[in-house]
Nanobody
Framework: QVQLVESGGGLVQPGGSLKLSCSTSGFTMDYYAIGWFRQAPGKVREGISCFSSYDGAIWYDDSVKGRFTISSDSAKNMVYLEMKPLKLEDTAVYYC??????????????????????????WGQGTQVNVSS
């Protein structure tokens, strides 16, 4: 059974940092793309970062580029999102998601644009990040 569990959210002041963790189980990360998405109050969910195990592609949304870093430890079945410095507009529920990379001609994580959430079959429950002074 595939499971993803996020942790590490919390309340932080602008300029501060958080490191989100996504614990995965039930699948081999080597064959999946992993994405981080977020949903702010009153807004649609958006993809902010992803990586592809198939071709090594990594993508960041412009709003987080240079501030957020996605990484993984396949031996521990963990994916991380380091966030620094945080801004007020980073307040959101953050989700990690996994997409089985079954079709070589499909961009599960494209270096040119956001991940398509419809391709991500498995989702965590989310972790809340609040950036406030």
């Amino acid at each position: 059974q595939v499971q993803l569990v996020e942790s590490g959210g919390g309340l932080v002041q602008p300029g501060g940092s958080l490191k989100l963790s996504c614990s995965t189980s039930g699948f081999t990360m080597d064959y999946y793309a992993i994405g981080w998405f977020r949903q702010a109050p009153g807004k649609v969910r958006e993809g902010i970062s992803c990586f592809s195990s198939y071709d090594g592609a990594i993508w960041y949304d412009d709003s987080v580029k240079g501030r957020f870093t996605i990484s993984s430890d396949s031996a521990k079945n963990m994916v991380y999102l380091e966030m620094k410095p945080l801004k007020l507009e980073d307040t959101a529920v953050y989700y990690c998601a996994a997409a089985p990379e079954v079709n070589p001609s499909t961009y599960y994580c494209s270096p040119y644009g956001p991940p398509r959430s419809i391709l991500y079959d498995y989702w965590g429950q989310g972790t809340q990040v609040n950036v406030s002074s």
